[in-house]
């Protein structure tokens, strides 16, 4: 793997910058993560075994008060600019519209996004969009129900379906993240893409990562970002978006249609691809995390975490929590998890620690 290019260390100690979150390399947190559950209602074959996981019991995780408060202290104190709310399948809490509308009444009240599989998406979006949220971030790997059945261990293809629909009518903007899997659903990329196209959901393509329980991933079998750019450029034309990524894990793509000649003609949408493990963008990583059990996790590969849960729930002031919060972000790995080149495979899956 080739290292990522860093800024120098500032040789400052965790608390010299008491208005933001940087770390040791120089960069700064303002894109916070909040997973609410660990539980999911799909089997996807990247994620989670086919018997599930043990899950933490409900008492161990934030309550829609606590996820406000560390929301508040994140915006007020670090100039978090944008959370989104992650899982396990964060649809599957009950107050998930209370959760919302309490991070959107906040002062310095940020950007709110959701990422969900979009099962009861439909009964929901509307009084979202009321609370507050204004984005979706909607896990799709195909539109083909055989192959949605074989990946997800579910025959909830049409739910999503009509959760999208139901989230565009809201007017909730919609992205789509699509991971690819070898001789799975691969060849299947470019009608995924039409699809979206033609609905205006700007799809993602990410590479699979290791972070499934089983520690079944194996970077020879993955589907690179480069092969899908070459796959996708069959049947479509790519020109870079000269739009700068300010720290955005996607390099997106805008996409012209094909004419008969193999030229290409007019620009059908936008389309972003994520090359977490080939392309590293760890440089310019702008992200804090933050589990359902209320753990700080400076990277999603890393297994070093800092429980500020149970300071809270122990009579932790905000200072304290801040400073907690702080600390952890400051001792960040360089990349992948690790300040060596090194992949770490965390111990945690995507489902426990939140995306």
């Not at 590479?207 to 993955?222: G, I, K, N």
């Not at 990277?299 to 729930?313: I, K």
Request: glycine share 8%.
């Amino acid at each position: 793997m080739a290292p990522a290019t860093l800024l120098g260390s500032t040789g400052a100690s965790a608390s010299s910058d008491p208005s933001g979150l940087v770390d040791r390399f120089g960069r700064r947190a303002v894109d916070l993560r909040v997973s609410l559950t660990e539980r999911c209602n799909l089997r996807c074959t990247y994620c989670m075994p086919a018997a599930g996981l043990p899950f933490a019991p409900d008492d161990q995780l934030m309550t829609a008060a606590e996820i406000e408060r560390l929301v508040r202290i994140g915006t007020a104190r670090f100039g978090v600019r944008k959370v989104r709310f992650t899982g396990g399948e964060p649809m599957l809490r009950h107050d998930l519209v209370d959760v919302i509308a309490r991070c959107a009444a906040l002062p310095d009240a940020p950007e709110l996004s959701l990422t969900t599989n979009a099962i009861g998406l439909a009964h929901r979006a509307a009084a979202l969009y009321a609370a507050g949220l204004r984005r979706v971030n909607v896990s799709l790997d195909t539109v083909d129900p055989t192959v949605f059945a074989e990946v997800t261990r579910r025959p909830f293809l049409d739910k999503v379906i009509a959760g999208l629909s139901a989230a565009h009518d809201a007017g909730l903007a919609i992205k789509v993240n699509a991971v690819l899997l070898r001789g799975i659903n691969d060849a299947l990329a470019p009608d995924l893409m039409r699809w979206c196209l033609e609905r205006g959901y700007e799809l993602r393509f990410i590479e699979q990562m290791p972070l499934d329980p089983d520690h079944a991933w194996d970077r020879t079998s993955m589907v690179t970002a480069a092969e899908t750019r070459a796959m996708l450029s069959e049947s479509f034309g790519l020109v870079p978006d000269d739009a700068p990524r300010d720290g955005a894990p996607a390099e997106r793509f805008r996409v012209l249609a094909r004419t008969a000649d193999g030229g290409v003609g007019p620009e059908l949408g936008t389309i972003g691809i994520i090359a977490s493990i080939t392309e590293s963008f760890c440089a310019d990583c702008t992200r804090t995390r933050l589990t359902a059990d209320g753990h700080v996790r400076s990277c999603l590969f890393s297994d070093e975490e800092t429980s500020v849960l149970g300071p809270m729930r122990a009579g932790a002031s905000d200072d304290e929590v801040a400073e907690l919060w702080r600390r952890a972000m400051w001792a960040k790995p360089r990349d992948h998890g690790d300040d060596t080149d090194d992949l770490v495979h965390p111990t945690r899956g995507m489902s426990a620690i939140g995306g």
